[in-house]
């Protein structure tokens, strides 16, 4: 189980690490593979938070709210592990603080 954890986070943290290049293909599949993993290991939580992304990524396009549920996903894979650490993104991977511009492709 640690392993699958292990590669849902570095999944998740991939997708934050494009920060606003992520093309509408690519991004759809990796959240479908994120779906599918998180669906066959039980991982409710995670297998909810990329539907959901999913379903806005449909109605609204890509935008800011991509790393907001990218950080969701986040801590629903660490409230997974043993212990429930929060694991930290690597400086170059973490999302600026600012609002900044919105991401549009």
Do not use: N
Not at 1 to 22: E, N, S, T
Request: some cysteine; charged content about 20%.
């Amino acid at each position: 189980m640690l392993a699958i954890l292990a590669d849902l986070l570095a999944r998740v943290d991939g997708l934050a690490g494009q920060r606003g290049h992520w093309s509408d293909l690519w991004l759809r599949e990796e959240l479908d593979q994120i779906r599918h993993l998180s669906r066959a290991y039980h991982i409710d939580s995670v297998e909810g938070l990329a539907c959901t992304l999913q379903s806005a990524l449909s109605l609204q396009g890509m935008g800011p709210v991509v790393l907001s549920y990218l950080d969701l996903m986040r801590d629903a894979i660490a409230a997974e592990r043993p212990g429930g650490d929060v694991v930290p993104l690597p400086v170059a991977a973490r999302p600026a603080a600012s609002a900044g511009p919105s991401i549009a492709l």
